[in-house]
């Protein structure tokens, strides 16, 4: 499995940006493709985005689309979800997690972060 630290959350304004990053150590990073979730207390985890291992794939929730961008460094075993135009409903905790699987496959993620808390407020 990969170990995936997440980092760049925090509290921002609506209509405001951040920045996540997912930090990835363990197996080889570059094999995987890599999404972002979120999750609100008392609710299922909900897909945000994902990104192929070569970065040249992604798909996004309805919900982001537009306002999200995944993307990854391979060299430096980073992902990133650069988050624009923030809404009060963005707020979660946002968690990265590697598959082996297709980026249009919402299951089968088999190593998850942490999670970083992101607040929206109004």
């Known amino acids: 499995q990969v170990q995936l630290v997440e980092s760049g959350g925090g509290l921002v304004q609506a209509g405001g940006s951040l920045r996540l990053s997912c930090a990835a150590s363990?197996?080889?990073?570059?094999?995987?493709?890599m999404g972002w979730f979120r999750q609100v207390p008392g609710k299922e985890r909900e897909f945000v985005a994902a990104?192929?291992?070569?970065?040249?794939?992604?798909n996004y929730a309805d919900s982001v689309k537009g306002r999200f961008t995944i993307s990854r460094d391979n060299a430096k075993n980073t992902v990133y979800l650069q988050m624009n135009s923030l809404k009060p409903e963005d707020t979660a905790v946002y968690y990265c997690?590697?598959?082996?699987?297709?980026?249009?496959?919402?299951?089968?993620?088999?190593?998850w972060g942490q999670g970083t808390q992101v607040t929206v407020s109004s």
């Open positions: 990104v192929s291992w070569s970065g040249g794939t992604t």
């Open positions: 997690a590697s598959t082996p699987h297709s980026v249009y496959l919402r299951w089968g993620y088999d190593s």
């Open positions: 363990g197996r080889t990073f570059s094999s995987y493709a």
